[in-house]
């Protein structure tokens, strides 16, 4: 089948996780914590990096093996990863690092490089987005060098670059693939309050309201106590959350504090209040731990199959069945069971839906 050759806008801690990953399932044969061990016909140790953009000068010059365990990243180490020969390349910093975020970033004296010549001279299929929340230029700027590299593109970020018509037929006059937005983790927050709501729908529960509150200790809430910078995370979570129900009801979902000894820890609150069979209360109080990086590099790595397989066929434009089985705000929301159902008929050769 070949390579999926990779390239990575952001060297944080879900590139850490990915990288990490990759050679985790390569060297194993346990395929333990992996939702699909293979996909039309691609495993996750088909994943190549070719390629690599950050602006920290602990990680910019450095081989990708050494930067994805360079401060301020701070996921668990699971898997040592060998020399890549993929060096860092200083990328733009337009608003990628936010007021939080520069207290803890120094940035590279290196010179910028270009981008979409250095995603062609690596021979790049894809790139994945992977620079932190609120960067609206920034994201904006790698799906441009994207569409001018002629490489396909995956936003993991919630800047809704695959759920916009003008960039939906910007990538398929390019005869390329897009899929995003905002990566959903295998089992966390949102997917998790997704299910919980189309259970209660579906069971005749009538939800009156809910929210869903997350806490964590690395760069990523760091940069989002920025409050300006979260407007697009907030819409994304809750439009995900909110196109399970047939009826609109009050609902807050959102990051909510940094707690620096939490690390790469996330811990998620689910409360919901409804009425069953005769107007009878309901409510449901719920807590979810989970190490975030890993938990949507199980879901990345699918993505990153996804659109090969698009690619391997000739596909351009959006893909709704990737987008909406590994994204939060894709073109199409689907419930759960739907999304992956079509993701699956897709990777098996059936049209994307």
């Known amino acids: 089948m070949g390579k999926i050759r990779v390239a990575i806008a952001g060297v944080g801690n879900c590139a850490s996780a990915l990288v990490q990953g990759v050679y985790y399932y390569r060297e194993s044969e346990d395929s333990v914590g992996l939702a699909h061990p293979e996909v039309g016909g691609y495993g996750p140790g088909d994943i190549e990096f070719v390629a690599a953009f950050d602006v920290n000068k602990r990680k910019v010059g450095k081989d990708l093996c050494e930067a994805i365990f360079e401060k301020p990243?701070?996921?668990?180490?699971?898997?040592?990863?060998?020399?890549?020969?993929?060096?860092?390349?200083?990328?733009?910093?337009?608003?990628?690092?936010?007021?939080?975020?520069?207290?803890?970033?120094?940035?590279?004296?290196?010179?910028?490089?270009?981008?979409?010549?250095?995603?062609?001279?690596?021979?790049?299929?894809?790139?994945?987005?992977?620079?932190?929340?609120?960067?609206?230029?920034?994201?904006?700027?790698?799906?441009?060098?994207?569409?001018?590299?002629?490489?396909?593109?995956?936003?993991?970020?919630?800047?809704?670059?695959?759920?916009?018509?003008?960039?939906q037929t910007r990538f398929a006059e390019k005869g390329l693939p897009i899929a995003g937005d905002d990566v959903m983790s295998q089992l966390g927050a949102t997917v998790l309050h997704k299910t919980l709501i189309k259970l209660l729908v579906d069971r005749g529960v009538k939800v009156d309201e809910s929210y869903q509150l997350n806490i964590g200790g690395d760069t990523d809430f760091l940069n989002m106590l920025e409050q300006q910078r979260l407007v697009s995370k907030r819409e994304s979570k809750t439009s995900a959350v909110r196109a399970m129900s047939p009826y609109e009801m009050p609902l807050r979902i959102g990051p909510s504090d940094y707690v620096p000894f939490l690390e790469n820890e996330k811990i998620c609150y689910i409360w919901v209040k409804g009425r069953y069979f005769g107007g009878a209360p309901l409510s449901i109080d719920l807590k979810l731990s989970?190490?975030?990086?890993?938990?949507?590099?199980?879901?990345?790595?699918?993505?990153?199959?996804?659109?090969?397989?698009?690619?391997?066929?000739?596909?351009?434009?959006?893909?709704?069945?990737?987008?909406?089985?590994?994204?939060?705000?894709?073109?199409?929301?689907?419930?759960y069971e739907e999304a992956k159902t079509k993701f699956l008929e897709f990777a098996r050769g059936e049209r994307d839906r």
């Open 290 to 335: 989970v190490i975030d990086s890993p938990n949507s590099a199980g879901v990345i790595i699918d993505a990153l199959r996804g659109v090969k397989i698009a690619l391997d066929r000739g596909i351009s434009g959006p893909l709704i069945s990737v987008s909406a089985y590994c994204f939060k705000h894709p073109p199409v929301q689907m419930p």
């Open 73 to 167: 990243n701070n996921t668990i180490r699971f898997q040592e990863v060998p020399k890549t020969g993929v060096t860092v390349r200083r990328g733009p910093v337009l608003d990628g690092v936010g007021r939080y975020l520069k207290e803890v970033i120094e940035f590279s004296g290196e010179k910028e490089v270009d981008v979409a010549e250095e995603l062609k001279s690596s021979k790049a299929d894809i790139l994945v987005n992977y620079l932190p929340v609120g960067s609206e230029n920034g994201s904006r700027f790698y799906a441009k060098s994207a569409i001018e590299a002629g490489v396909a593109f995956v936003n993991a970020m919630p800047t809704f670059i695959a759920s916009s018509a003008e960039w």
